[in-house]
């Protein structure tokens, strides 16, 4: 890429950044190329991959580019004000990812914790809503999402899309619970199924189904405690 008539259109289509990462993945880009996906277009002479090839010898690889400031970046030949700006957008937006931090997050210890986590939320729900929580080895809800809406039975609460999100999230265990619209947690014979079923399925796949909580007005029903799982 020394030859300054070498422009990206020259490039077999395979070997450009964006198809590059499209069909291989980010991970096995190159730091020019993915520098090369940022600034999107070269000078009416350099390709933007030797573009990226001087951004990143002014400073020095990766090591000063992340302190680099609007104006320092718009010093280098090529380098506007809209590509300094998204450039430093990236970087900048890369910074916060690398220090973010989760807020504390919601432990569970029991049923009663369970309730509190939801109560107010479901009670007054006019439709059965099928819930779980993902948790870590620490108890901790790392996820919590609703996967079914409508009355509980065995066709609609599905093992296969319940555990897919559990993997997904890298759970350790889970906890399902939905709501009674009636305002009373008693659980139904479908309800009972429905929880030794997941419970079994979990077992397999080597995550705890650790209760399934039935939401009421003000008041819960855990099938843990009953002895129906």
Do not use: W
Request: charged share 30%; net charge negative; aromatic share 6%.
């Amino acid at each position: 890429m020394t030859n300054s008539s070498f422009m990206m259109k020259d490039m077999p289509m395979s070997e450009r950044p964006r198809e590059k990462m499209a069909k291989e993945g980010a991970d096995r880009l190159s730091n020019q190329e993915l520098l090369a996906i940022l600034l999107r277009t070269g000078t009416k002479t350099e390709s933007v991959l030797q573009l990226s090839q001087r951004v990143l010898f002014h400073y020095d690889g990766l090591k000063l580019l992340k302190e680099a400031t609007i104006e320092e970046l718009q010093s280098i030949n090529g380098i506007g004000k809209a590509k300094a700006l998204e450039l430093r957008a990236a970087l900048e937006l890369g910074r916060r990812i690398y220090t973010f931090q989760d807020d504390e997050r919601y432990v569970i210890h029991s049923p009663e914790d369970v309730a509190d986590y939801v109560m107010e939320e479901m009670r007054f729900l006019t439709q059965e809503h099928f819930v779980i929580l993902c948790l870590n080895t620490k108890n901790q809800v790392i996820h919590r999402q609703t996967l079914f809406i409508g009355s509980l039975n065995t066709s609609i609460v599905h093992p296969r899309e319940l555990f897919k999100e559990a993997l997904r999230r890298s759970a350790a265990s889970v906890i399902c619970l939905h709501n009674h619209p009636s305002g009373d947690p008693s659980p139904s014979s479908e309800d009972i199924e429905v929880t030794s079923r997941l419970t079994e399925c979990g077992r397999i796949l080597g995550i705890d189904v650790l209760d399934h909580v039935i939401i009421g007005d003000r008041k819960f029903t855990s099938l843990k405690e009953k002895g129906c799982m």
